[in-house]
Nanobody, 117 residues
Framework: QVQLVESGGGLVQPGGSLRLSCAAS????????MGWYRQAPGNQRELVAV???????NYADSVKDRFTISRDNAKNTVFLQMNSLKPEDTAVYYC???????????WGQGTQVTVSS
C-alpha cells in the first residue's frame, strides 16, 4: 500500500520559516520524482517544487530563493524548507510522487500552512 505522509505544517508569522516532511512507503522511492504542490482556497493546485531521483530541482517563480526542496533516498523522505514566508504562501501543501514512467502518480493527504500575524 502506497502512503505519503506529510508533516511540519502550522501557523507562522510573516518572515518566519517552516520545514515540511513527506515520508513515503510502498514505493521504490529512487524511481520517483518527488514534488510539493499547494492549493489555496478558491485556487487550483499549483506546483511549488520538484526534485528528481538524482537531485535535480525545479521551483515555481514565486518561491525561488525562499524555498528549498531536498530528499533523503535512504529514508524515503522529501523535505521542503520554507523561509521568508509570506501571507500568500498560505495553502494546503501536498506531497506528490510520480514514477519515471509517468504511469503511477500518488498524493499525500496535505498539510496546512498558514502565514499570518
Amino acid at each position: 500500500q502506497v502512503q505519503l505522509v506529510e508533516s511540519g505544517g502550522g501557523l507562522v508569522q510573516p518572515g518566519g520559516s517552516l520545514r515540511l516532511s513527506c515520508a513515503a512507503s510502498g514505493i521504490g522511492f529512487n524511481l520517483f520524482k518527488m514534488g510539493w504542490y499547494r492549493q489555496a482556497p478558491g485556487n487550483q493546485r499549483e506546483l511549488v517544487a520538484v526534485i528528481t531521483a538524482d537531485g535535480s530541482t525545479n521551483y515555481a517563480d514565486s518561491v525561488k530563493d525562499r524555498f528549498t526542496i531536498s530528499r533523503d533516498n535512504a529514508k524515503n523522505t522529501v523535505f521542503l524548507q520554507m523561509n521568508s514566508l509570506k501571507p500568500e504562501d498560505t495553502a494546503v501543501y501536498y506531497c506528490n510522487a510520480r514514477h519515471l514512467s509517468r504511469l503511477y502518480n500518488y498524493w499525500g493527504q496535505g498539510t496546512q500552512v498558514t502565514v499570518s500575524s
